[in-house]
């Protein structure tokens, strides 16, 4: 059981390149995130879904796309990166249920834009 | 969500019980508090969660006021590999109209000291 996968783990850019980092998940669950953590900071949300097709922003949305065409899988691209995307981000997912569920998270892909 | 008011840090013996305190004054009848950890870089971790009664489960126990205004996130017997970021996080239940969002703060470093 692999639980979040995300694809690649490191990353180094050139300003003005593009990029698609990609979230997995086996376990079948409807929501799904991504963070940006910068050093010293607490994890910002970037996009989350709550189901197969839908997309919706979070605090820090600019710069960033992303789809979700299949449940099990979370796309965030970067059209145009810039330095200040330089960041660890973070993907989850986790199910909905109102007795409360808990979030899963990946490993992390350090991305830094030169 | 509601925000939540961590200590930015604390330190604790080994062995001992670690509590760390968490304000949510603002919190709404239907939002839950929910407690992770992250250990150095790498992905949240969750550890425990409720709504307004005290739980435990085999990491720790979640401590809630009556009034649900703060909480208290206790590990009995604190070891080197529990110090981590601890992040309290109060989210919505399910049905509103931010249903999914998970939203982080700064959380509190807490440090384990043999």
């Known amino acids: 059981n692999a639980g979040v996968t995300q694809t690649p783990k490191f990353r180094v850019l050139k300003t003005g390149q593009s990029m698609t980092l990609l979230c997995a998940q086996d376990m079948n669950h409807e929501y799904m995130y991504w963070y940006r953590q910068d050093p010293g900071m607490g994890l910002r949300l970037i996009h989350y879904?709550?189901?197969?097709?839908?997309?919706a922003k979070g605090e820090v949305p600019d710069g960033y796309n992303v789809s979700r065409l299949k449940k099990q899988n979370f796309l965030l691209g970067l059209e145009s990166a810039a330095p200040s995307q330089t960041s660890v981000y973070f993907c989850?997912?986790?199910?909905?249920?109102?007795?409360?569920?808990?979030?899963?998270f990946g490993q992390g892909t350090r991305l830094t834009v030169v | 969500d509601a925000k939540t008011t961590q200590p930015t840090s604390m330190d604790c013996a080994e062995g001992r019980a670690a509590n760390l305190p968490c304000n949510h004054s603002t919190i709404s009848g239907n939002e839950y508090v929910y407690w992770y950890r992250q250990i150095h870089s790498q992905g949240p971790q969750y550890i425990i969660h409720g709504l307004k009664n005290n739980e435990t489960n085999e990491m720790a126990s979640l401590i809630i006021t009556e009034d649900r205004k703060s909480s208290t996130l206790i590990l009995p017997h604190a070891t080197l590999r529990d110090t981590a970021v601890y992040y309290c996080i109060v989210r919505v239940g399910e049905g509103s109209s931010n249903t999914g969002k998970l939203i982080f703060g700064q959380g509190t470093t807490l440090q384990v000291k043999p």
């Open positions: 989850a997912s986790r199910e909905p249920g109102r007795g409360g569920r808990k979030a899963f």
């Open positions: 879904s709550v189901g197969e097709g839908t997309t």
